[in-house]
């Protein structure tokens, strides 16, 4: 069984950069056929997705947040992470990390963190 | 990039079929996967691929396609079912992921 945890501080301040781990167990992150991702929900609404890092180390971002964003793999911790820079109340949001099943296809997130609310506040 | 749009509210009676639907161009090319989420808890996947439901996921919940629209039918829905219901796809490029808004689910 595949289990994915979230760490990370909960609080972070405007302008700086919010920081998150996501620990893997049942699993591993250099297996191929899998993207390692992270998606966010603001408060009260819908899932968006921050972008993956696949086995072979390519990442992908959501256009969107692409400037401020950076996911980078620990092969030997079996960790995976996510930065995003210069963050601002907007920002605040669950974070969860999740692995994408890729089926060619089609894709589902198929195993999710408990997900960690990260505010951004002074 | 491409959107994936799904009505925000839909209702069902108990034990009544219900039908939510994701519209979006990437579905010409590519399945849906489908999420349920209850409040406070993460995403669940119920349906990924033409028509495949996880381990421990009802019968009750299926997956069909046609042309730009992707739908989930939950046939003869539980009070347990009622809850936010997500799709998702690969983009037109094939490289990033994009999400539907949402549909709320309730059962009367």
């Known amino acids: 069984q595949v289990q994915l945890q979230e760490s990370g501080p909960g609080l972070v301040k405007p302008s700086q950069t919010l920081s998150l781990t996501c620990t893997v167990s049942g699993g591993s992150i250099s297996s191929g056929g899998y993207y390692w991702s992270w998606i966010r929900q603001h408060p009260g609404k819908g899932l968006e997705w921050i972008g993956y890092i696949y086995y072979s180390g390519s990442t992908y971002y959501n256009p969107s947040l692409k400037s401020r964003v950076t996911i980078s793999g620990d092969t030997s911790k079996n960790q995976f992470s996510l930065k995003l820079s210069s963050v601002t109340a907007a920002d605040t949001a669950v974070y969860y990390c999740?692995?994408?099943?890729?089926?060619?296809?089609?894709?589902?997130?198929?195993?999710w963190g408990q997900g960690t609310l990260v505010t951004v506040s002074s | 990039s491409s959107e994936l749009t799904q009505d925000p509210a839909v209702s069902v009676a108990l034990g009544q079929t219900v039908r939510i639907t994701c519209q979006g161009d990437?579905?010409?090319?590519?399945?849906a996967g489908w999420y349920q989420q209850k409040p406070g808890q993460a995403p669940v996947l119920v349906i990924y691929?033409?028509?495949n439901r996880p381990s421990g996921i009802p019968d009750r919940f299926s997956g069909s396609s046609s042309g730009n629209t992707a739908s989930l039918t939950i046939t003869g829905a539980q009070a347990e079912d009622e809850a936010d219901y997500y799709c998702n796809s690969r983009d037109n490029s094939g490289n990033h992921v994009v999400f539907g808004g949402g549909t709320k689910l309730t059962v009367l």
């Open positions: 999740a692995r994408d099943r890729d089926g060619g296809g089609w894709n589902s997130f198929d195993y």
């Open positions: 691929g033409k028509n």
């Open positions: 990437s579905l010409r090319s590519y399945y």
